[in-house]
């Protein structure tokens, strides 16, 4: 059976409708237990920052955000930290625009956004899945071997090389730990 994102925005009847023997689920921030720990804010704890020995973070989203650097201002570790899934994000509203992202804590190169997408966010998103989330994943391919699973995100982007999107944590949690050679 397969595996489909949609967006969370979506009306529930109109889930309902386009997919009506499926099982929808919320693996966002706003999402039921156990499925909400595949949002990237979910504070797993002790996930590796890429680029920075020994320093660990409580959440993928906290890892993207600590290491984005702005005009105004540069990384903010104490991101890395953040465990009440709240005031993570950084905004260009105050900050000015994006550079990048700084490879590493004490690294002094910054990534573009699609390298940083490659070498920061997915990586991140890939230890999370491999270290914390096996019996969710397994619980995922159970229930896929019966019906159709919708992932609800509020991004349905699942194409690292499209730029013009935020990418979907959904999208990841398919192809990277719901391949169709492991169902």
Known sequence: MPFIVESKRRKPETLAALYPQALILDVTSQGMQPWIK???FYPHGNIPVPFSPEIVAASVEGIWQGLKVFEKIDIDVSKFAVT???NIKRSTRTSGAVLGHRVGVGGSALLSYGDARRQIYVPSYQ?????????????LKIE???QTVVLLDYETNGDLDN????LSHAALIISLALPPDNL
């Open 144 to 146: 896929g071997q019966t």
């Open 163 to 166: 730029l013009s999107k935020p």
């Open 84 to 86: 009440t899934m709240k």
């Open 127 to 139: 230890w999370v899945l491999d270290h914390h989330l096996q019996a969710e994943i397994q619980q």
């Open 38 to 40: 595949f949002s990237p």
